[in-house]
């Protein structure tokens, strides 16, 4: 059992260029989430998706975009990268209830020069 | 609106001494609480939870109880270890499908 997959785990990129994050899950959960880490900032919502096919904004979603591909997929792209958005990215996954745990992905450590 | 607040660190300690680890909340309701902690490297993991008041969480030797009256629910372990040094995150989830309200962390570091 995998749980939560990311991919890739390090990148760096420059200024301008776009790239997607990969994450899945194979626990048939039908929430996903994408955060972003930065220090002394604790984990921050970029968006999130509660089922399939539905996406909604989270706290800090300006310069990213997501995709709910299937019920185990949710990437993250950054159109035009900024070295603002350099940054620990995390996914999670929870099946419907909010008393149940996240479970968190590796992490993809993104560097934008 | 929702929000949690830890105790700033870091928190640094010797091996066997007690740990208590801070964290209050703002939220309307009953949330569920739950630490999470983060080794160096890698990706956050469920140390422990509680879903109702007076519940305790309980793992590894870590506990932490839900008080509804004091909006707190505050980590403690009689006797840290080396492996315990990493950051521990207080965090909040109201409601079916929505995420988790984070506090900052607080980096604790335990030295032998």
């Known amino acids: 059992n995998a749980g939560v997959t990311q991919t890739p785990k390090f990148q760096v990129l420059k200024t301008g260029q776009s790239m997607t994050l990969q994450c899945a899950q194979d626990?048939?959960?039908?929430?996903m989430y994408w955060y972003r880490q930065d220090p002394g900032m604790g984990l921050r919502l970029i968006y999130y998706?509660?089922?399939?096919?539905?996406?909604d904004k989270g706290e800090v979603p300006n310069g990213y975009n997501v995709s709910r591909l299937n019920k185990r997929e949710f990437s993250l792209r950054l159109e035009s990268a900024a070295p603002s958005q350099t940054s620990v990215y995390f996914c999670?996954?929870?099946?419907?209830?909010?008393?149940?745990?996240?479970?968190f992905g590796p992490g993809t450590r993104l560097l934008v020069l | 609106g929702n929000s949690v607040t830890q105790m700033e660190g870091p928190v640094t300690l010797s091996e066997e001494a007690f740990l208590t680890i801070n964290c209050t909340y703002t939220?309307?309701?009953?949330?569920?609480l739950f630490w999470y902690v983060q080794y160096p490297g890698e990706g956050l993991q469920l140390l422990l939870k509680?879903?109702?008041?007076?519940d305790k969480g309980s793992n590894k030797g870590f506990e932490a109880t839900y008080r509804k009256e004091t909006t707190s629910f505050h980590l403690e372990k009689g006797s840290v270890q080396v492996s315990d040094s990493a950051v521990y995150f207080c965090?909040?989830?109201?409601?079916?499908?929505?995420?988790?309200?984070f506090g900052k962390g607080t980096t604790l570091s335990v030295s032998s």
């Open positions: 998706s509660a089922s399939e096919g539905t996406t």
């Open positions: 939220a309307t309701g009953y949330p569920s």
């Open positions: 509680a879903t109702k008041a007076d």
């Open positions: 965090a909040l989830s109201k409601k079916a499908g929505t995420a988790l309200i």
């Open positions: 999670a996954s929870h099946r419907d209830s909010g008393r149940e745990t996240q479970y």
């Open positions: 626990m048939n959960h039908n929430s």
